[in-house]
Structure formats: C-alpha cells, structure tokens
C-alpha cells in the first residue's frame, strides 16, 4: 500500500491503525474521525487519519519500583 495517497478507504485505516471496520465506523459515526463519502465509498484524508491517531490518548510509562531487597 502506498503511504503517500491523500484519501484513505476505510479498508486501509483497519490496516494501517491494525482496527477493526466496526471500531473505525464507530469513530466516524461520534464524529471523532472525519469522513467524506464519494458515491458509495467513504474515504478519510489521510491528514484527517494522522490528526485523529495524534488525538488518540498516549500511554504513560509504568513506574519504575525501586530494586531494593533489605540493601542499606
């Protein structure tokens, strides 16, 4: 698949983001992917994809437990 395509089908974001259709049908139906529809087929901007996935919430390194067994 070729990343540089200014419009994406749903089928390549469930590749690309490794989502299921229905996840990516339910992220354009909150409105929180946006989405355009040519005849039948619905596409995303490919910038309209990148900003959704920079939108989504990032994970926080666990926190480090100290190693100390009963060391002074």
């Known amino acids: 698949m070729n990343n540089d395509?200014?419009?994406l089908s749903v089928?390549?974001?469930v590749q690309i983001?490794?989502?299921?259709?229905t996840?990516?049908?339910?992220?354009?139906?909150a409105g929180r992917l946006i989405a355009?529809?040519?005849g039948r087929?619905?596409?995303i901007?490919?910038?309209?994809?990148d900003s959704?996935?920079?939108?989504?919430?990032?994970?926080?390194?666990?926190k480090m437990r100290s190693q100390g067994h009963g060391e002074a």
Do not use: H, M
């Open 52 to 62: 959704w996935l920079r939108a989504q919430p990032t994970l926080k390194p666990p």
């Open 17 to 21: 983001a490794g989502l299921g259709r």
């Open 11 to 13: 089928a390549d974001v």
């Open 5 to 7: 395509k200014l419009a």
């Open 41 to 43: 087929r619905t596409f």
């Open 36 to 38: 355009r529809k040519i």
């Open 45 to 49: 901007l490919r910038e309209d994809f």
């Open 23 to 29: 996840t990516v049908y339910a992220e354009i139906k």
